[in-house]
């Protein structure tokens, strides 16, 4: 069994920044690859950016060159800095880790706003 459990979203203004940490556990050895998704208001859920095992970054053309993921390995954790934020990046944030089947976190809802 995995648990993901995601922080960091909250209130931010146009142009701000936040960083979401999504903390994995549970019965898995070494780096899985994580994935971030995110879920506006009425709209499907969509892929964000991808860190691989060897932590290799892909990111969605929305996204690239504002958002960074990485991992911290020492504590199982991979974050979102997430720059230059826009309205259009309001949404609820998920991570998923595929550890011999996909599991995902509760979302953590970051909201762009004046």
């Known amino acids: 069994q995995v648990r993901l459990v995601e922080s960091g979203g909250g209130l931010v203004q146009p142009g701000g920044s936040l960083r979401l940490s999504c903390a994995a556990s549970g019965t898995f050895f070494g780096p899985k690859p994580m994935d971030w998704y995110r879920q506006a208001p009425g709209k499907q859920r969509e892929w964000v950016a991808s860190i691989s095992s060897k932590d290799l970054t892909i990111y969605d053309d929305s996204v690239k060159g504002r958002f960074t993921i990485s991992r911290d390995r020492a504590v199982n954790t991979v974050y979102l800095q997430m720059n230059s934020l826009k309205p259009e990046d309001t949404a609820v944030y998920y991570c998923?880790?595929?550890?011999?089947?996909?599991?995902w976190g509760q979302g953590t809802q970051v909201t762009v706003s004046s």
């Open positions: 998923k880790i595929f550890a011999g089947g996909e599991y």
